[in-house]
């Protein structure tokens, strides 16, 4: 076996974990290209990056990767997907993608690097951990030089899924949310896993292992919390708000429904089952391959924090109370207008228009107001939502300006109140951008 690889594919790398990966490898002097489904979203995230774009649903057989592993030494795996559901395949991408990545491999000769996660074992309680572990076993009983790498929490400067979660509560004024704060948590800073890969690709740890990348000592889940808490800026909580452990169900079969729209909420139940158990490992075989994890503290201490921060975490507690409020105020709006088709029709009326044409003009408009408060709820079609509210919106504005301009003085202030309607379907285009 070759050591000191140096051309290096990264499978999913504009995620949270693979973007930071490429970065620190491109920094140190690889040849980095990254794979991703997205082309879009890939040359936004890491615009200097060579790119391969395909989907790892539909790497499944050796032959598959036969054109990807061309030109590569060695496979950084830092794809992943929390559970089955919408474009999520759990079997496909942990554990048959990796099956066909493996044995195209060990005939190229080239090495594979496996992000997988604190936890993993064939019986655990999710199909995550269970499909994690047979990719996992998959890469061991391979013949290609293989890493297995098992984060615990990945703490970095940006934030995604559970990190953001914890940003989130954290950012709960006065009061702090709380379920599961007895939880053990082990964490691990993206500048540790990023160095321990690394290693691996320079042959500095033993191959064919399995590594726990956490820190030394577990902590509840209650003390990861403030310590976001006071790494972010924030005033200690005045007090606890505790959250029934019997309610967690609940809440996942409702985030696993909106995984049915599109939406990857934090809050789905294999998140709060994987929360539930605990995240732990056992840093020993990385200790005695010389590796060193720092502490929760002082990963924290290393991250720089700024306002942007703040105001993310702020703001991702505010996105879903605005989309439920705009998503109800256009569908509310537009059943106002067909229950009060007449009364509605008789302001056109009055401006004279004919009585049939005014009435089809509401129940269009009624309509394309239902029409829209209903679409934002699917993920992939909400920014196009926001965006036919604004323009529905101005719409309305210019006609009233010209069929009935005396609304603008009206005491209630009918056209004045479109304009904060506006503003929020703009606030909120901009908070569903994904990463």
């Given amino acids: ?161 559970g990190t953001m979660l914890l940003r989130m509560l954290a950012a709960v004024p006065f009061v702090q949310p709380m379920t599961l704060g007895k939880t053990p948590v082990q964490s691990v800073g993206i500048d540790d896993l990023a160095r321990a890969v690394e290693a691996a690709l320079a042959g500095e740890l033993p191959e064919g292992e399995v590594f726990d990348l956490v820190e030394d000592t577990p902590r509840p889940l209650r003390e990861v919390i403030a310590a976001h808490r006071n790494w972010l800026g924030f005033r200690p909580a005045r007090m606890s708000l505790p959250v029934p452990a019997f309610l967690l169900p609940l809440v996942g079969r409702c985030a696993d429904g909106l995984g049915r729209l599109g939406w990857r909420s934090p809050l789905r139940s294999t998140a709060l089952e994987v929360l539930k158990d605990g995240i732990t490992g056992d840093p020993a075989a990385f200790q005695a391959a010389g590796g060193t994890v720092a502490s929760l503290p002082a990963v924290l201490a290393s991250i720089p924090v700024g306002a942007e921060h703040r105001m993310q975490a702020r703001l991702s507690l505010l996105m879903p109370v605005l989309l439920v409020g705009l998503s109800l105020f256009w569908i509310v709006s537009g059943v106002m207008g067909v229950v009060s088709l007449t009364a509605a029709a008789q302001v056109l009326t009055e401006a004279g228009w004919a009585l049939w044409p005014a009435k089809l003009s509401v129940l269009f408009w009624a309509v394309v107001d239902v029409a829209l408060g209903m679409v934002l709820w699917l993920r992939r079609w909400a920014g196009l939502a926001c965006w036919g509210m604004i323009s529905v919106s101005v719409i309305y504005l210019l006609s009233a300006s010209f069929v009935t301009p005396e609304l603008w003085v009206d005491p209630l202030g009918p056209l004045v109140k479109v304009i904060p309607v506006i503003l929020a379907a703009l606030t909120l285009r901009v908070m569903l951008e994904s990463r």
């Fill in 1 to 161: 076996m070759r050591h000191g690889r140096r051309r290096v594919l990264v499978l999913g790398a504009y995620g949270l974990i693979g973007a930071h990966i490429a970065r620190h490898l491109s920094a140190a002097g690889y040849q980095v290209t990254g794979l991703g489904r997205n082309r879009a979203t890939a040359q936004r995230i890491l615009p200097d990056l060579a790119w391969q774009i395909a989907d790892l649903r539909d790497l499944t057989a050796p032959s598959d990767w036969a054109d990807l592993l061309e030109d590569s030494d060695a496979v950084v795996n830092c794809a992943g997907a929390l559970q089955d559901g919408g474009e999520d395949d759990l079997s496909a991408v942990h554990h048959r993608m990796l099956a066909a990545l493996s044995e195209a491999a060990a005939r190229h000769d080239v090495a594979i690097v496996q992000i997988s996660a604190a936890g993993v074992c064939p019986d655990a309680s999710t199909a995550f951990f269970r499909s994690k572990a047979a990719g996992d076993a998959a890469l061991l009983a391979s013949a290609a030089p293989v890493w297995i790498l098992r984060p615990g929490l990945v703490i970095a400067q940006q934030a995604y899924g």
